[in-house]
């Protein structure tokens, strides 16, 4: 499974839904076979194979014969929304700027998803001694470590 053990309440009362977007999950992050598919969910190959069934239904995978899984039309269309919400990466970009000048290191901006950090943005400061961080890439650090410098 994606999330093995997860019983937070959000999930109680939820399992398929939780199911149906951990197989989402799968898809997008390149399970295209439908065996890969359900060694990533924990399951049978015929519950995959009847949640991506629904799913196709609704295009968020897309399903090709011989090809396998992809993503399908709305998950891409979802993902396009996504730089239009970011107005919080924006509204702290001017602190970033200033972060940067005031440090001359690289800052970078992210926000908590679990016990990670999705990063959103980052300005190169003087020194530019920098990890590289896409935007969007979850951090592999933990973020009990700090997110503010890499020393090493």
């Known amino acids: 499974m994606i999330h093995p053990g997860r019983t937070d309440r959000t999930t109680v009362g939820n399992q398929t839904l939780m199911r149906g977007l951990d197989t989402v999950e799968a898809v997008a992050s390149g399970a295209a076979t439908l065996a890969l598919l359900a060694d990533r969910l924990g399951s049978t190959c015929s519950t ?27 998950l891409l269309a979802l993902g396009h929304l996504a ?22 290191d ?12 999705v990063y959103c943005d980052k300005v190169t400061g003087r020194r530019r001694r920098t990890r590289v961080r896409p ?5 592999s650090d933990p973020l009990r470590r700090g997110t503010s410098r890499d020393l090493g």
């Open 106 to 117: 690289t800052a970078h901006f992210g926000v908590l998803a679990g016990d990670e950090a």
């Open 83 to 104: 730089p239009a919400q970011a107005d919080i990466a924006q509204m702290a970009r001017p602190d970033l700027e200033d972060l940067a000048a005031a440090t001359e």
């Open 48 to 74: 995959a194979h009847r949640l991506a069934t629904s799913l196709v239904g609704r295009d968020y995978p897309a399903s090709t014969p011989r090809s396998g899984y992809r993503r399908g039309a709305k």
């Open 135 to 139: 935007e969007g890439k979850r951090g």
